[in-house]
């Protein structure tokens, strides 16, 4: 696990806090403790910055390491919020759509992507990595989605008590918004701070 290793000397060079470093060594070689740790929301946009600049792990990494917790498998209470489920997507295309029935979604990487929110759901999702998703709701939906780098994000098929509220951390970031999405959307530009 050297490309760990590599991710985690970097983190100290950029001052990672001295809770992530304990958190970190705890995890040790664990790959299931190591994911729910970077499913941390605090986490998140630490693991996707640093992937986007080259300093952290790669998608082929990711993939060929922990293939077996990705696209799909729930881990729960990451955050230690009882009963909350989290999820990580990476390079996820698959002809099916994401049916996003998490907490706490990551995509990184994905291009293509359908994500549909099952009704009155209220995920939060992170898109980095020039991921590029379109998202639609089957009903009432409340949804924060945290954007990041080159991603886009369309979103449309949104009932009109729905509520989505995006916060982009770049100015390469975009939301496209369709004809369909009668929901209010909120854009607000952020300062990313790691």
């Not at 299931?32 to 630490?46: F, G, W």
């Not at 799909?72 to 990451?78: E, P």
């Not at 209220?122 to 991603?151: H, Q």
Request: net charge negative; with cysteine.
């Amino acid at each position: 696990m050297d490309a760990l290793n590599d991710y985690y000397k970097n983190s100290l060079l950029g001052n990672l806090c001295g809770e992530y470093k304990n958190r970190w060594r705890v995890a040790g070689n664990d790959k299931l403790e190591l994911l729910r740790l970077s499913l941390c929301q605090q986490s998140i946009p630490h693991l996707c910055t640093y992937a986007y600049e080259g300093k952290g792990l790669t998608k082929e990494y990711i993939k060929e390491n922990f293939g077996e917790y990705i696209n799909g498998y729930t881990v729960h209470d990451a955050d230690d919020v009882k009963g909350f489920k989290y999820g990580l997507y990476v390079d996820y295309n698959f002809d099916n759509a994401l049916f996003a029935d998490k907490n706490v979604c990551s995509l990184m990487w994905c291009k293509d992507t359908n994500v549909v929110i099952p009704t009155s759901l209220c995920p939060v999702l992170y898109v980095s990595n020039k991921s590029d998703v379109s998202i639609t709701g089957e009903g009432f939906n409340a949804i924060r989605v945290y954007l990041f780098d080159e991603s886009v994000v369309n979103l449309d098929d949104f009932d009109e008590n729905s509520s989505v509220l995006v916060y982009k951390y770049s100015k390469d970031a975009r939301v496209e918004i369709g004809k369909y999405c009668l929901g209010k959307v909120k854009i607000f530009d952020k300062e990313l701070k790691i």
